[in-house]
C-alpha cells in the first residue's frame, strides 16, 4: 500500500507563510488533493488536482507536486487558518486513495 | 442545497455487522462518484470505499476489503455501505462524501456529510 508522510505538526506567526508538505515515493507521478479540516467541521477541498483552487478558497492557498514531495503553501497566514490539513493521494493506477497523517497548523 | 446524511451507526460486538446509510439531496445523485471516509478517535481520516459515478465500479481500503461492501441505489439517492465482521480497530466516525467533479471519479471531496458512529466493542 502506498505510504504517504505529512509533519505532525507546522506553526507560524501571522502574516507569514506556511508550508505544509506530503511525501511519497514519485508523488509527482500522483495526483494530490487537500484538505483543512478545523474541530467540529466538515473537511473543506482547498487544493484539488495539486494546484487548483475550488471557487470560495483565498488566493493565498497554492499547491505544488514534484519529484518526491507535494507541498501546501499558504501565504498571509490568519489565525482562522488554524486546522489540521491533510493531503490525499491517488492515481488512475492505483486501487484507491490514501490521506497523509495530516498536519496541525498552528498560528503563533 | 447541497445535503448529505448518513445514518445507521451504533454499537455493535466483534465480528457483527452493521449497514450505514448516506441519504443525498439538492445535486444529481447518479452523476457523482461518491466515497466513505472514517476516523477514528485521535487519529487522521481514512478513505474507506468508494463507488463511481454511473455505477462503473466500487473501490475499497486494504483494511476492509473482503468485509464491508459499498453500493448505491440512484433511485433513492442514497449510498450504502455493508459493514461484516467488525472489528474494535473499525471503530470510527464514518462519513459520506461526493465527488467534486461530475460524470469523473476524482476521489476530491467537495461535500461531507456530518458523519455518523461506529462502535466496535464487546
Known amino acids: 500500500s502506498y505510504v504517504v508522510t505529512q509533519p505532525p505538526s507546522v506553526s507560524v506567526a501571522p502574516g507569514e507563510t506556511a508550508k505544509i508538505t506530503c511525501g511519497g515515493n514519485?508523488?509527482?507521478?500522483?495526483?494530490v488533493h487537500w484538505y483543512q479540516r478545523k474541530p467540529g467541521q466538515a473537511p473543506l477541498l482547498v487544493i484539488y488536482?495539486?494546484?487548483d483552487r475550488p471557487s470560495g478558497i483565498p488566493e493565498r492557498f497554492s499547491g505544488s507536486n514534484s519529484g518526491n514531495m507535494a507541498t501546501l503553501t499558504i501565504r498571509r497566514v490568519e489565525a482562522g487558518d488554524e486546522a489540521d490539513y491533510y493531503c490525499?493521494?491517488?492515481?488512475?493506477?492505483?486501487?484507491?486513495?490514501?490521506f497523509g497523517g495530516g498536519t496541525k497548523l498552528t498560528v503563533l | 442545497e447541497v445535503q448529505l446524511v448518513e445514518t445507521g451507526g451504533g454499537l455493535v460486538q466483534p465480528g457483527g455487522s452493521l449497514r450505514l446509510s448516506c441519504a443525498a439531496s439538492?445535486?444529481?445523485?447518479?452523476?457523482?462518484?461518491m466515497s466513505w471516509v472514517r476516523q477514528a478517535p485521535g487519529k487522521g481520516l481514512e478513505w474507506v470505499s468508494g463507488?463511481?459515478?454511473?455505477?462503473?465500479?466500487?473501490y475499497y481500503a486494504d483494511s476492509v476489503k473482503g468485509r464491508f461492501t459499498i453500493s448505491r441505489d440512484n433511485s433513492k439517492n442514497t449510498l450504502y455501505l455493508q459493514m461484516n465482521s467488525l472489528r474494535p480497530e473499525d471503530t470510527a466516525f464514518y462519513y459520506c462524501?461526493?465527488?467534486?467533479?461530475?460524470?469523473?471519479?476524482?476521489?476530491?471531496?467537495?461535500?461531507w456529510g456530518q458523519g455518523t458512529v461506529v462502535t466496535v466493542s464487546s
Open positions: 514519485k508523488i509527482g507521478t500522483k495526483n
Open positions: 490525499q493521494v491517488w492515481a488512475t493506477s492505483d486501487d484507491h486513495p490514501v
Open positions: 463507488f463511481s459515478d454511473f455505477g462503473r465500479g466500487s
Open positions: 462524501a461526493k465527488d467534486f467533479r461530475v460524470g469523473a471519479t476524482t476521489f476530491a471531496f467537495d461535500v
Open positions: 488536482y495539486d494546484a
Open positions: 439538492g445535486f444529481t445523485f447518479s452523476n457523482y462518484a
